[in-house]
């Protein structure tokens, strides 16, 4: 039981008896009316039956006629006006629910959202509920090799693949299409960007009966399979000396592998595409440009409705450190932003969130807002790569909705680059949300538990860009912890914080990295300062961050429009999150707190890890009111975040004190 | 042919037309008289019935009986007082010439020794040499792993495992037997110190009929088969719950095991073993010292005439960088220095060179002189781990003879190291020196083929310590590259000078480490800072150095004895090279050169980069009077030491200039 409550997520099987409105749901819970029960609508039939016998113990009949006692009846209804594609409506008429959807899937995603309202307690007695998904894209982003390992996986091994074969028994792969389907994510890319030599298959006639099988699966619950694919498959697998993108056999390679398959699963998403990026084969070996690369592989997919999603993630891998005038933030803008409208409309832009690397703290990328006849998709990640690794807790919702509630100013003020991505501010028919899966075959598939709620908070805001951060933990707590208070508010408070604790005990005001080469876990200050990645912070003795105004520094700035390019470029103006990223500063420098930079940075470094210590304390306190899986595994992660926060700590202060000489006006310990 | 130069590294067949002695050689080629030819005689024989082919031409005759023209003898003289065990007497008696040995051994090196003069055309008639090697123990080993991975290997995959097999094809083993034995090497560990599951086995039925036919390869040429052993091996492959010293079932299962090795390998040499360091098993989990661990293996191995190879590396390697009071350099003494004379006399302590883990420059270990009791063998590294990795030029030999010069004064003036280790100090029985082997699968056996010059040397010096650097240099690099005089001077002068030119160029003044973690190329200035390691520089806005006085500091200087404690203590009497081992000194103090410590490291920085641009172009005026193969393999490992150094020179500098503002007095750039 135990094991089942931890492997199902905020599915699983709570406690019901006290619930609020559990007497009022067994009005209508007798009966459910569907009329053609196939496919995804079969799906959501049995779901809802499955979780009606969950939360009120009663076995509800199906039928397909009406009946005249109260029932839930589930009604696809493709001209409904208040409801647009995926939608959904769930309304009270009389005695009876009624669950409306413009398509299938508007009706599995509804039957989710009952079950969400049913299973924290919500009264049904008025409902009215009209909920249509702002994103068309909402995807997850696998970064797993056929070898079963995954890249910047930190929940064990791959759930797709084991020991250089695809997994056989397709069990929890159903089970995770269920957990995709219930947070509204609709697509799914199951390997790597990185495309290696036995995954560059992964679209031949060897491997496209098991793609083929994992498509069939995901189909069930309204998700599409998506593959990576490599831009030198041409070469590598076609056995066409090329991988030029205008080659007459290269342009007819992609074809006809589009064609096969498409044989193999009609429904096919799309490719992903990682190209001229960290030493990734890409359009640039043959002097031609991103949207010819791109174009190739959409022309192909184009007669059978699938898309290319492209990743923007280009830069020079191989900079010197020595030259400051080479900015790697600027990277992406300088390389896409003139090839806009370039793509073929069922190309899509695939952008990280931040010009660098998913870091604790960046702006939000000059990519948004600036290309107005591109498709676009914000890329964030759900594996913890930079921040704690599912160690330590970091819920990430906040960020990502800064990041989408950011105002690009693109077309004067209120062009949020959410608008972007959804297309409504530049009339864009596709575009959306991608994350990196923070999932893996662990028991409670992320490692540590708490770390749930991210994945299913970016389905949530995948969905709705403006549920805020609380609300969605609110959901999330209440759906795996039950809805005691005591338990609710311990929690809630955790994740609240979490973040900004996060970034209070590793790398001060937005500067990022100072990790660990390669593995990005823990602290190195220098770890990245003389490498070729681009990553500097170019502390000295004097002050620390990079420069990049216009007036001095690498002009980074200048990508933003109007309003954020001003106050970026000012030292005055800069938002102090954000300090480091763009202005060299002297760590004598006054922030607006009255506090030196200095002792900003020791003030944040001791903070943080009383936080992290009390979050600890605060979840023994939970001891006996969380099921005890859960509570000792993460209590297990929270003894390790409070070592390695200290180390952090330590770390960083004793780095700048060395730095400096200049000591903590609080004369609390700094090794020296 | 080419191939065959570099694969047969200083065997090879030079161009012996101008030969000085050629003449004089004819005489007595003809024919070489041996009264018993098996073994290893045989193989004496063959080595120098091929040498006379090669370097004259003649076919000589081999017999039994005395002729009367002029000949070479092979005489077994067991009772001949010059001589010591293995060694050799080349002499001449009238027209013919002599080689005497005290056993087989002693006449195979007397060979070999015949060769080296002869190939590099010295003239023999007034020959009279009396040689025996100063050390009983003149070991190789050998980090491979059944994978074929080679643990700080940087010249290929392993000659003895492949894919987690034995090896079949014995060919390149011989090959690799014969170059030993050339340089006088005896005894030869074939498995990685780090043992692990499967080599674990290599004990066992399953693995000894494939060690026993390695052994019988070396045995032609007097090198006897140790292997690497796990301490906990009566646990992992005996059944055994404990691997507990004192163990009844213990200590039974290591004499059923020796008594296993020795029916498939009578002459077997005995056990290396890693216990209780960096996380491999041993004695101090059941409680037990290592005299005692290493007494069970003793026991067992007794009977055979078999001997424990036990190293010292013994340290804590979870320290916390934050308590300045470890210090990972007093570790070994302290570990062993109490045991001494509580180890079998079949024990033997393998003791590192420096204190802390072959770096560039560090002091000799404690332990030399402080065990009189107790036999030691010096543990060296050829492999460059540290010290270029063998992309570098870094000839080591000037390294290895000052650890084995350096005075200890155990017992006054003149107590030098290798006399501890040779065993005439302490008078003990076995003793000697033994490296981490270089060599891998490479076309050249070490990546790069200036990096034979280290195996080389080590041969020789383990053989006599009291060759010097330069000589030993010279006979490696004529029998490379014949006596051309500019040839010859320009590769002397690049080996002679390159261990310094590496030291300017990377870590300044005895401080170590500032290397990438785990990789341990190229800088990383605070890469082992922070770490469990032990490994720290302690560099601040101030200073930088460890203090490891007695006065003020972790009192490391108190093991070593009167001059040597007395000079390390105070600032002004230390070596200056020591410098920043043994104190933390300001930026700005004033060395000897009448330099600061900042002006000194930017001038060695800058120098050293100079000086192996200039290596490199020396070694372009060296086309097309070196062999083509080695030409340009030796180029390509240049350009890469050549822009290493620059990034080694740059980041040091610039780490340096960041912590301190202090410019170069010279102006030259230094990148801020």
């Known amino acids: 039981m135990n094991e089942k409550n931890i492997y199902n997520c905020w599915l699983r099987k709570g406690d019901y008896t006290n619930l609020a409105s559990l007497e009022e749901y067994l009005e209508f819970c007798n009966t459910i009316i569907v009329k053609e029960n196939k496919g995804v609508m079969n799906t959501a039939v049995n779901e809802l039956k499955s979780a009606i016998k969950r939360i009120t113990g009663i076995d509800a009949l199906v039928i397909g006629e009406k009946v005249k006692n109260p029932h839930i009846i589930l009604d696809l209804m493709q001209n409904n006006n208040e409801i647009g594609a995926e939608g959904f409506a769930i309304k009270r008429i009389n005695n009876s629910l009624i669950i409306q959807g413009a398509d299938d899937k508007g009706i599995l995603y509804g039957v989710f959202h009952l079950i969400r309202e049913m299973s924290t307690g919500k009264t049904l007695k008025q409902a009215e509920i009209i909920d249509t998904p702002k994103n068309k894209l909402r995807m997850i982003n696998h970064w797993d090799n056929i070898s079963g390992d995954i890249e910047r996986g930190y929940s064990g091994k791959s759930i797709f693949f084991e020991n250089d074969c695809v997994i056989k028994d397709l069990g929890r792969i159903k089970d995770y299409a269920r957990l995709l389907a219930s947070i509204g994510i609709n697509g799914v890319v199951i390997n790597n960007v990185n495309v290696h030599k036995y995954e560059t298959k992964f679209i031949t006639e060897e491997y496209l009966p098991d793609m083929a099988r994992f498509a069939d699966v995901f189909r069930e ?94 830069y020079d891998c191989k900079l010197d450190w020595r030259d400051k005038s080479k900015d790697r933030a600027k990277a992406a803008y300088d390389n896409f932003k003139p090839l806009d409208g370039k793509f073929m409309d069922n190309v899509v832009l695939q952008v990280k969130n931040g010009p660098m690397d998913f870091q604790i703290r960046e702006p939000v990328s000059t990519l948004f807002g600036a290309m107005e006849n591109t498709n676009q998709v914000m890329e964030f990640q759900i594996a913890q790569e930079y921040t704690g690794q599912q160690k330590h807790l970091c819920y990430l919702v906040p960020m990502w909705k800064e990041s989408l509630e950011f105002d690009t100013y693109a077309k004067g003020k209120g062009s949020f680059a959410s608008k972007v991505v959804d297309g409504t501010l530049f009339d864009r028919n596709i575009g959306g949300v991608a994350a990196v899966s923070n999932l893996g075959d662990s028991q409670c598939w992320t490692g540590n538990p708490l770390a749930q709620a ?5 389905g949530r805001i995948a969905w709705n860009v403006d549920l805020t951060a609380q609300e969605i933990a609110l959901e999330w707590v209440k759906l795996t912890f039950g809805n005691a208070s005591e338990v609710v508010e311990a929690v809630m408070s955790m994740l609240l914080k979490s973040r900004d604790v996060y970034e209070e005990y590793t790398v001060p005001l937005g500067i990022g990295w100072m990790v660990n080469p390669n593995y990005h876990y823990g602290p190195s200050v220098d770890g990245y300062e003389y490498s070729k990645w681009g990553t500097y912070h170019y502390a000295d003795f004097k002050g620390i961050g990079v420069d990049r105004s216009a007036a001095t520094g690498s002009g980074y700035t200048t990508q933003y429009k109007d309003f954020n390019a001003k106050i970026y470029e000012a030292i005055k103006t800069c938002p102090e999150e954000l300090l480091l990223f763009f202005h060299h500063v002297p760590y004598t420098y006054e922030l607006k707190s009255g506090k030196t930079l200095i002792q900003h940075i020791y003030d944040t470094h001791f903070n943080g890890v009383n936080e992290v210590t009390l979050m600890r304390e605060n979840w023994i306190s939970l001891k006996g009111k969380v099921d005890a899986e859960t509570y000792y595994l993460v209590l297990s992660k929270f003894n390790i975040q409070v070592e390695d926060a200290k180390e952090w700590r330590d770390v960083i202060n004793t780095y700048f004190y060395r730095r400096t000489g200049i000591d903590d006006i609080n004369n609390r310990t700094i090794y020296k």
């Not at 076609?238 to 064609?259: F, H, Q, R, S, Y």
């Not at 991210?454 to 970016?458: K, S």
């Open 454 to 458: 991210n994945l299913y908070g970016f």
């Open 221 to 314: 619950y309204g998700v599409k399979l998506f593959l990576s694919v490599n831009f030198a498959a041409p070469i590598e697998i076609g056995g066409i000396p090329t991988a030029d993108p205008l080659d007459v056999d290269v342009i007819n390679w992609w074809k006809e592998t589009a064609t096969k398959i498409y044989k193999h699963i009609p429904d096919f998403g799309g490719f992903i595409v990682k190209a001229d990026s960290e030493n990734r084969p890409g359009p640039f070996t043959y002097n031609r440009d991103h949207a010819e690369g791109a174009n190739v592989l959409a022309k192909a997919l184009k007669p059978y409705g699938g898309i290319v999603i492209w990743r923007c993630f280009v």
